[in-house]
């Protein structure tokens, strides 16, 4: 199938989930991880969104957010977290729905960012905490800003 046409496809199934959302109001769990190498944080574009994000993911049924942190570090960039420190749990209604994500830092990997599942994540960079992109997400740009020292906390993602 042409690029082109899976991100069609997989943009039209988030949207139509957003959709969905907005009516069920469901209650979500995730979690996003600020993977740090010295001064560089790992980021990932995905497939089906414009943008840089934090890697991470929804917590499965029966999974606690770490070992959710941990898993989704390892299925979208391909690198193996040690010891993730909870930094913070957040609310996020920008999708009309209760999404609770938990952020954690992971000061140490083994394993070199990569793209592990091409359907989902588009790229995956190390970026400088001091030069991080421009299209980076805002909840996103916000925790590692939190982190940095340079913002106050927030509890709304």
């Known amino acids: 199938m042409p690029r082109r046409a899976l991100h069609l496809l997989l943009s039209s199934y988030f949207a139509i989930r957003r959709l969905i959302w907005r009516v069920t109001k469901p209650v979500t769990l995730g979690c996003r991880v600020l993977a740090l190498r010295g001064e560089q944080v790992v980021l990932v574009r ?22 959710a ?51 989902e994540i588009a790229e995956v960079r190390l970026f400088p905490l001091t030069n991080l992109p421009e299209a980076l997400k805002p909840g996103h740009r916000r925790r590692i800003e939190e982190f940095l020292g340079r913002r106050q906390t927030e509890l709304m993602w």
Do not use: Q
């Open 46 to 67: 995905l497939t089906y969104h414009d943008g840089w994000f934090l890697p991470g993911g929804g917590v499965d049924r029966g999974e606690t957010f770490f070992s």
């Open 69 to 119: 942190a941990i898993r989704e570090a390892r299925e979208e960039c391909g690198i193996d977290v040690r010891g993730p420190e909870l930094f913070g749990v957040y609310l996020n209604r920008v999708e009309h729905k209760i999404d609770h994500i938990a952020v954690y830092v992971a000061r140490e990997f083994s394993g070199e960012p990569r793209v592990t599942d091409a359907l």
